[in-house]
């Protein structure tokens, strides 16, 4: 999958372009609008970026959990060569702290990444606090062509370029999910 970004000033563009993307088979999950007014996407019953996916806390958490990774295997490395193993205590307190140096950094590395916004939408912050809107939608290779399509029927969304999306088995998963969620009681 590809994610394509536009960039629009227009809700009610928008909702329109969902609803047309919606009818020739894409799904709820494959589009967001990331916009700093909430309020106005969900009004417009648009798919917005949850709040925690807007914030870099996944990423930061990965460099994280690396970072705690490495502190692990110091602690126990460091440990073994100087022989503090050997003692009557042997491996237990060493293995006990690597494992709160590696939950230690990845919390660390989770409680930066909240207070940073995600490293995929950095280059959007000027023009989302101009009050614009990104629209992005992640694309299967069978799709591009109907959404290039589409997309030349909105000449006012302006084109920003092309990213990494969501894993396909994801958002069909969230697909599959949406699914049950109707047909439960």
């Excluded at 919390?107 to 009050?131: H, T």
């Excluded at 809107?133 to 290039?148: R, W, Y």
Aim: charged fraction near 20%; proline fraction near 4%.
């Amino acid at each position: 999958m590809v994610r394509h970004y536009y960039l629009s000033n227009d809700l009610d563009e928008l909702e329109d372009v969902e609803n047309e993307l919606l009818k020739e088979g894409f799904t709820t999950p494959q589009m967001h609008v990331l916009s700093e007014n909430d309020a106005e996407v969900q009004k417009h019953h648009l798919h917005e970026v949850e709040s925690v996916l807007k914030k870099d806390v996944v990423h930061s958490t990965e460099i994280g959990a690396l970072v705690g990774l490495v502190g692990a295997v110091l602690v126990l490395l460091t440990a073994y060569l100087l022989g503090w193993t050997n003692g009557a205590a042997g491996w237990m307190p060493f293995i006990f702290l690597s494992v709160v140096v590696l939950g230690f950094c990845t919390w660390e590395g989770g409680f930066i990444g909240i207070q940073r916004p995600n490293v995929e939408f950095v280059r959007f912050q000027k023009m989302l606090a101009e009050g614009n809107h990104i629209f992005f939608v992640d694309a299967e290779p069978e799709q591009e062509p109907l959404l290039k399509r589409l997309m030349k029927n909105h000449p006012n969304l302006i084109v920003e370029g092309l990213g990494e999306a969501t894993p396909s088995w994801v958002v069909r998963g969230q697909d599959k999910y949406h699914d049950f969620m109707k047909t439960m009681p």
